[in-house]
């Protein structure tokens, strides 16, 4: 499974920076890029000393029968040594924002990470069981009011897109 996570981190890389960086393009804020951790993946430091962290999940955004209309969020994950599904780190870990990247569009929904922690853990029981991946997923519109959307902001172009 270690190959599974390092080609899906290394995947994801290359956006993480891309949401950093609009952001750190667009305000006061200053992106770390070398700062990363299990419980984030984007580090945004302020002049003023404060700090934002923000979780990225990365969607293709459109398949074979065109543009997706929701977003599809991992809840559970199967781990082998438990041999049982439990819960995605992200419903546990600290960060302060949720981003969302549409690969189609290149754009980042935010959402408030205590909102969305919460509004995805009270659905957990409508979560889809994965066999191929062995993951359990809900589904969730791109800008979800009650999940804690704050704003959507454009991407631009990763490394791999050019």
Known sequence: ???????????ARPFEIAVG?????NTKWNYIEDKTSMDYDVYLQHPNGNHITIEVKVHEG??????????????LEYQYRYDAYVDSHWLSSPFKVMAHVDKSTMTAHLYNGEKIRHWASVRKHNAR???RVKTANITM???CEEAGYLLSICLEKTNRDQ
């Open 129 to 131: 069981y994965s066999k």
């Open 21 to 25: 960086q609009a952001i750190a393009n």
């Open 141 to 143: 519109p791109w800008r």
């Open 62 to 75: 459109q398949g074979r029968m065109g543009k997706y209309d929701t977003a599809c969020l991992e809840i």
């Open 1 to 11: 499974m270690k190959d599974l996570f390092d080609r899906l981190s290394t995947a």
